[in-house]
């Protein structure tokens, strides 16, 4: 049950999962029902995410009724179908009022063959290293945490202790990921442009070729949705000692690719390109389009690894210019396509990095709007534009520049809900 996507689960899974008898753990918890007339139900609700969210994230699935097993532990039952159409939405309501700060989380509904009704499921995700999320409502103000198959009340040396580890893990994390970072930066130092997906909680196996098998390139050829010119590179992807690589040209030393592709087993993504051409020209312009395409590129082959080895957590997303002269940076909305935003003169040599510290890509839905956004804002001002001005004052792309993008582009700034 845990090793499904959220979108994958349906009423077999359900069937199998009671016929069985899985056991209520850490991460997983059955309830017969859910009702959000009754305060303690409420409550009840809102303790439950919070813990989870303070300890390793999981599922609460509401419509599986619990029995009680033979090593008297809790299990999953049967299946008792929730029929109030509007449960999903006033549970939402619930936890973002109720719960400080708002814990990150997805609600889907599965339905019951041979039935109105269907299993809420509510998917919790890990706060980790970022913060302890407090119930606020119903007159308390308390941390819980999860226990083997409920919520406990922290007590004030384990919300101290929690508190300290947050601090030392942001540390040490933020270490890990910019040794890793520069390691996997020195394989390609040809490329001037990277796009970089680091999982916060990676670890040696998470994408293990020996699971994965050697199609995965094929595979998110197939399923992925790639933008052209990155789709027919990774179809190509080969098993390599730290997991995944591809480069091109491929019969050219690595050190001298043009185009770069790499998934390493501890869940980084890392695509690179080639923009400056000859180093005897003069100032290079850079494609903010094809900048655009390859960001959109590694979010997508990030989440779809990342939903495969089932890890819900955090990623950091760093896009980076490494240029040796001089640049522009031209803007596809323009009237002339390869008008520059810096027109009057060129941006300066030097690394120029656009990070997002911390995003969830299965949180992001069927779009990566959020990502997109922070990281063309600091696009344009690396060309010392305050903004871009893509976007209306309620944040969404402008009619004239989805136009200009094209539907495959403009859709990754579509609205989730």
Not at 359 to 385: C, D, I, P, W
């Amino acid at each position: 049950m845990l090793r499904q996507s959220l979108e994958q689960i349906s009423h077999e899974h359900l069937e199998r999962l009671c016929r069985d008898h899985v056991p209520e753990s850490i991460r997983l918890e059955f309830k017969r029902e859910v009702n959000l007339d009754d305060e303690k139900q409420k409550a009840e609700a809102a303790k439950d995410v919070s813990s989870m969210a303070n300890t390793a994230g999981g599922r609460i699935l509401y419509g599986i009724e619990e029995v009680v097993l033979a090593d008297g532990s809790r299990g999953a039952g049967s299946i008792c179908p929730v029929t109030d159409g509007t449960i999903d939405t006033r549970l939402e309501n619930v936890l973002l009022s109720t719960i400080h700060p708002r814990p990150r989380f997805r609600l889907r509904k599965v339905s019951v063959t041979d039935s109105e009704g269907f299993v809420l499921i509510v998917e919790v995700y890990p706060a980790y290293s970022s913060d302890l999320h407090m119930v606020t409502g119903f007159s308390e103000h308390r941390f819980y945490r999860r226990s083997e198959n409920r919520a406990v009340l922290m007590e004030e040396p384990e919300i101290r202790e929690a508190y300290a580890r947050i601090a030392a893990s942001r540390q040490a994390l933020d270490a890990w990921m910019e040794g890793i970072v520069s390691k996997e930066m020195q394989l390609v130092p040809n490329t001037e442009e990277s796009v970089m997906v680091v999982p916060w909680y990676g670890r040696n196996d998470l994408v293990n070729p020996r699971l994965f098998g050697r199609s995965l390139g094929n595979t998110l050829f197939n399923e992925a949705q790639l933008p052209d010119g990155w789709d027919e590179h990774i179809s190509n992807l080969a098993v390599v000692s730290d997991g995944y690589r591809i480069h091109a040209p491929r019969k050219a030393p690595l050190r001298e690719c043009c185009q770069y592709t790499s998934i390493r087993r501890d869940g980084l993504t890392h695509l690179a390109q080639h923009v400056c051409g000859s180093l005897n020209d003069g100032p290079v312009r850079v494609s903010l389009r094809s900048s655009l395409e390859t960001i959109v590129a590694a979010l997508l082959t990030a989440r779809y690894v990342l939903e495969k080895a089932a890890h819900w957590g955090p990623v950091r997303v760093i896009h980076r210019f490494r240029m040796p002269r001089e640049f522009y940076l031209t803007d596809p909305t323009k009237p002339e396509k390869y008008e520059s935003l810096s027109a009057k003169s060129p941006i300066e040599p030097g690394t120029y990095e656009h990070v997002v510290s911390e995003t969830n890509l299965q949180e992001q839905g069927s779009s990566f709007k959020l990502v997109l956004q922070e990281l063309l804002h600091r696009l344009f001002q690396t060309a010392n534009e305050a903004e871009c001005p893509w976007f209306d004052t309620s944040g969404s792309l402008r009619q004239n520049v989805a136009s200009e993008l094209g539907s495959y582009l403009a859709g990754q700034f579509a609205e989730n809900r």
